[in-house]
């Protein structure tokens, strides 16, 4: 089992990416959907969050409230913290078991959002990092997925650097230009991985 961990800032494409390995024949295990997963109502999770932050991070249906609790958490690194230590763990437990699942030949891509914030990159065999500039990522935030701008610098200011996400990378994935260009890079480092893994 070949043990790789895909990072990206927000905005970097990083999702695309992990779209593109899956489809390729990687067991992609997400830990922002994970980490959905175990906040979800009735979960520990969730219950745990709203001891920390109060009823109001949570919505009229129960559900927790994201960008509330994101508005609260990401401009503020002692809350953050707190938060992450709460679903990290949840996550951890999670992740362990889908990995036991997986084949043992599998080509396992870990899609972790804060892999160099939490030092996460002696865990993997090969570490991918998906960049672009800060600039081109603020862009798409607000343009493509409808964010307000402050909140999206605030997002990006709340990760590691751009350099400080280089510093950890084995293979780097530049993601500034269109699809076509990136499905090529793709099937580079999917070449390099199938290589690794044997």
């Known amino acids: 089992m070949l043990k790789v961990g895909l990072t990206g800032g927000i905005g970097s494409g990083k999702s695309e990416v992990a779209r593109r390995l ?48 994101g508005s609260i958490v990401f401009p503020d690194k002692e809350k953050l913290a ?62 493509a997925r409808g964010m307000a701008e402050a909140d999206a610098k605030a997002r990006i200011a709340a990760q590691a650097s751009r350099d400080e996400r280089l510093a950890v990378a084995d293979l780097i994935i530049p993601n500034e230009g269109p699809l076509e260009e990136l499905d090529a890079r793709v099937d580079e480092v999917w070449h390099h991985l199938r290589q690794a893994a044997l």
């Open 22 to 69: 899956s489809a390729r024949g990687a067991v992609v295990i997400d830990a922002d959907k994970i980490a959905r997963e175990v906040v979800e109502p009735g979960t520990e999770g969730l219950a745990r969050i709203v001891e920390v932050f109060g009823e109001g991070v949570l919505r009229a249906d129960g559900a927790l409230d994201r960008e509330k609790l």
């Open 82 to 143: 707190s938060l992450n230590a709460i679903v990290h763990p949840l996550v951890g437990t999670r992740v362990a078991g889908l990995q036991a699942a997986a084949p043992g030949d599998a080509i396992v891509v870990y899609d972790v959002p804060l892999l160099a914030e939490n030092n996460l990159a002696p865990m993997y065999d090969v570490v991918i990092v998906v960049d672009a500039a800060d600039e081109i990522r603020l862009d798409r935030l607000v343009h």
